[in-house]
């Protein structure tokens, strides 16, 4: 069976990718950065249900920290199959607030890390002459949102990275793809009040936010295809058409 890293899979989307492709079958690591206790409850749930994942910590903003998460999983395993670069942190902000820490936080965090993962991912794939990425990015990366001048950069860049690593690392069987959900019902958008979350319903075609497992199901189908690469996907209930 594959073997599968989730950057950021201790809550939200990613936990939600951690636990299913588990329990489809796919050996799983699990990296988390501060939910180290969200991150073992998910492992123990597992392992009452005879499933069973890794779990490793590592802030995967940081290039040493990503190098040792890699290591941990080439340790375990004689390669990596699908990188999931789902680590991802959002703040709501006025372009004039910005400040320096904040952009190297936001960027960092979605953008460095995704590159710095597939620096150190890809020889591995390049050996075995087959892998699959996939980059969360957003649909505020396709089309810029309001107050999130960075978070719309950042995910607009992984985005970018996306398109030239599929050319890239096609020919070695390589696939890159993105994902870029629309609005899904996660921690990340515990701040949005009822309110608005009623008007986001109102403006989606399907009339719905999104679940964790609608990503999981695009991620799967991703995992299991051979002929798609250089692609962002958005799942979105239609809120973004382009
Ligand atoms: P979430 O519930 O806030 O979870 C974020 C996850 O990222 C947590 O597991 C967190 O781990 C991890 N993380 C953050 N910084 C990290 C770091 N430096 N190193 C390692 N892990 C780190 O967010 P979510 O909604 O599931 O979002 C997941 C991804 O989907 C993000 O990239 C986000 O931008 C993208 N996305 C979300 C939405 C949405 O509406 N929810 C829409 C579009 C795109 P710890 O808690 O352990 O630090």
């Known amino acids: ?16 990718l951690v636990e299913n492709l588990a329990k489809e079958g796919y050996n799983v690591i699990l990296n988390y950065n501060k939910s180290e206790k969200s991150a073992r409850k998910i492992q123990n749930e597992l392992k009452e249900n005879g499933v069973f994942i890794e779990i490793f910590k590592a802030d995967v903003s940081k290039k040493a920290e990503v190098k040792k998460l890699v290591e941990f999983a ?21 372009l004039q607030d910005i400040t320096e820490e904040d ?21 591995s794939m390049l050996h ?7 980059n969360i990015s957003s649909i505020w990366g396709m089309v810029g949102a309001s107050c999130e001048a960075v978070y719309s950069i950042s995910k607009a860049g992984m985005d970018a990275l996306t398109k030239s690593l599929a050319k890239e690392l096609g020919p070695s069987n ?19 009040d009822e309110k608005i979350k009623q008007e986001i319903k109102n403006e989606t075609p399907l009339g719905k936010i999104g679940r964790p497992i609608d990503i999981y199901k695009c991620v799967k189908w991703l995992i299991e295809d051979e002929f798609t ?6 799942v979105n209930g239609g809120y973004v058409i382009n």
């Open 174 to 192: 390589i696939r890159v793809n993105s994902i870029a959900p629309g609005v899904i019902d996660t921690d990340m958008n515990s701040n949005i």
């Open 1 to 16: 069976m594959k073997n599968v890293i989730v950057t950021g899979g201790s809550r939200g989307i990613g936990k939600c």
């Open 74 to 94: 080439l340790k375990k395993w004689e390669s990596i199959d699908v990188l999931i670069n789902n680590a991802g942190i959002a703040k709501l902000q006025m």
């Open 128 to 134: 075995k002459k087959s892998g699959c990425i996939i």
């Open 229 to 234: 690469t250089g692609q962002v996907i958005s």
């Open 103 to 123: 952009w190297n936080e936001i960027i960092d965090t979605n953008l460095k890390s995704t590159f710095y993962m597939s620096q150190e991912v890809v020889p």
